[in-house]
């Protein structure tokens, strides 16, 4: 799976972005789905996770409220939406796909994903 997220972009603080994640190469609906990022100096987070038939949803404390992830199988795309965005939500995001993943942890770990997007980025001023 080839994943190509994008929708980055600067916002001000309450504003809102989706974010996009296009999946080509193989059955995209077999495949769990989550959102991570990465802000400067800081390791990887989790963001949001959605299981591989959408009944499952997931999402970090911090975005709890305010993000929410879908998926459109029939279009090979994963988003997401983000609202009321804050300055700490500035970082890069990566949308991710895992083929098996079942249980929360292999939905939040982000160690079982199999295929990483390349990055967009979200810049929030204040």
């Known amino acids: 799976v080839q994943l190509q997220a994008s929708g980055g972009g600067l916002v001000q603080a309450g504003g809102s972005l989706r974010l996009s994640c296009a999946a080509s190469?193989?059955?995209?609906?077999?495949?769990?789905v989550g959102w991570f990022r990465q802000a400067p100096g800081k390791e990887r987070e989790f963001v949001a996770a959605?299981?591989?038939?959408?009944?499952?949803?997931y999402y970090a404390d911090s975005v709890k409220g305010r993000f929410t992830i879908s998926r459109d199988n029939a279009k090979n795309t994963g988003s997401l939406q983000m609202n009321s965005l804050k300055p700490g939500d500035m970082a890069v995001y990566y949308c991710?796909?895992?083929?098996?993943?079942?249980?929360?942890?292999?939905?939040?770990?982000?160690?079982?994903?199999?295929?990483w997007g390349q990055g967009t980025l979200v810049t929030v001023s204040s």
């Open positions: 190469g193989r059955t995209f609906s077999n495949y769990a």
């Open positions: 959605i299981s591989w038939s959408g009944g499952r949803t």
């Open positions: 991710a796909a895992g083929l098996g993943l079942y249980s929360d942890y292999d939905l939040v770990s982000g160690l079982r994903y199999d295929y």
